[in-house]
Every structure is written in C-alpha cells, then in structure tokens.
C-alpha cells in the first residue's frame, strides 16, 4: 500500500501535500486505522523534515475533525449517559488548564490510540482551543518517533542499529508501562 500510496503522491507533485492532509483527517475521523504508513510515505516523498511537519499538521487537522464530528453526532444523537461517568465529572469539572494539561498527557502516552483521546475530548466539556493545543503539543514526540522510525525503515540498509534502538525503547517504555499499571492495579 505504501508504494501505491508513494507513487499516487509522487504524480500528485505539490496537490500531494492537500491529498495527504485530507486522508491523514479521514484516518483520524475513522479513529481505529494507525497513520504511520502514511507517515512513512511523507518523509519518503519529502524527506524527514517536511513529511515530518505535513504528517503532525494531518494529524492535528484530523484530530480536530474528528473531536469537532463526534461532539457533533453526539449531540444530534442526544446522547446522555456518559455525563453520569464518575470519571466524566471529574474531567469535565477540571479548570481549562487541567483540561489541557489532561489531554497533553494522555496524547503523550504511548499506546493510548488517537481516536481514543479524540472521542473521549468530544465527550468532554473541553473547549476547542483546550483541545487543538493540547493535540498540536501532545503529538510532538510521538510524530517525533514515527519520523525517526520511519525515515530509519526507508535507509534500512544504513540504519539497522537506528530501527533496532527504536523498537527496542518502544518495548522497553511499553513494559515499564505495563509493569506501572499493574503495581498501580494492586495497590
């Protein structure tokens, strides 16, 4: 897929940029299928600075189409329940800054998937400008990592120690993780 993708793109010239902003926000409105093929394409067709930034921006813009959809087909829906959650008073009761420093962290967290923290922001009293710099910050260091990994997939033959550190640090930083969420479980 992404050398169809790669090729559709390279034929595209400069339109591609748009093209990869529009399916990033599809991806994003979907919230279940992970970007970083298309992450991968970008730094392929422009290299790691400019994919770079054209994936973070298609990532922000599709999160923020997607919290601005589902806040919306939540409120057509008239839906309720979710405002009795305990867990939903205490987020919606937060301070804006509380808010945006809620989102930031969970955006910073490894493996809490994007569609995860876009639905649970449009379920939430969060202002718009809460969640948009909240995004735009959070998705730094995870664009960050998905570059690097990806420009690393692309000169395999030149960064074999590069891709092996990345995956080794994601599944070091996965099982400190687990292994904090099980002591926090027991105690």
Do not use: C
């Amino acid at each position: 897929m992404e050398n169809s993708l790669a090729y559709l793109f390279s034929e595209l010239g400069y339109w591609a940029i748009p093209a990869s902003l529009l399916l990033n926000g599809i991806i994003h409105v979907l919230g279940f299928i992970p970007s970083v093929f298309l992450t991968t394409v970008n730094v392929l067709i422009w290299g790691p600075w400019l994919g770079g930034l054209i994936s973070w921006l298609g990532e922000v813009i599709g999160s923020v189409a997607a919290f601005l959809l589902y806040r919306k087909g939540i409120q057509l829906a008239k839906v309720e329940q979710h405002t009795h959650w305990r867990w939903m008073q205490t987020l919606n009761n937060l301070s804006p800054l509380r808010q945006w420093l809620a989102l930031i962290l969970a955006r910073l967290t490894p493996f809490i998937p994007a569609g995860a923290v876009n639905l649970v922001g449009a379920l939430t009293t969060v202002p718009l400008s809460v969640f948009f710099l909240s995004t735009a910050i959070g998705k730094l260091p995870s664009m960050a990592l998905e570059v690097w990994f990806s420009h690393g997939l692309i000169h395999i033959e030149q960064n074999v120690v590069q891709v092996t550190l990345t995956l080794i640090a994601v599944a070091v930083g996965y099982l400190v993780l687990k292994k904090r969420a099980k002591a926090n479980d027991g105690q």
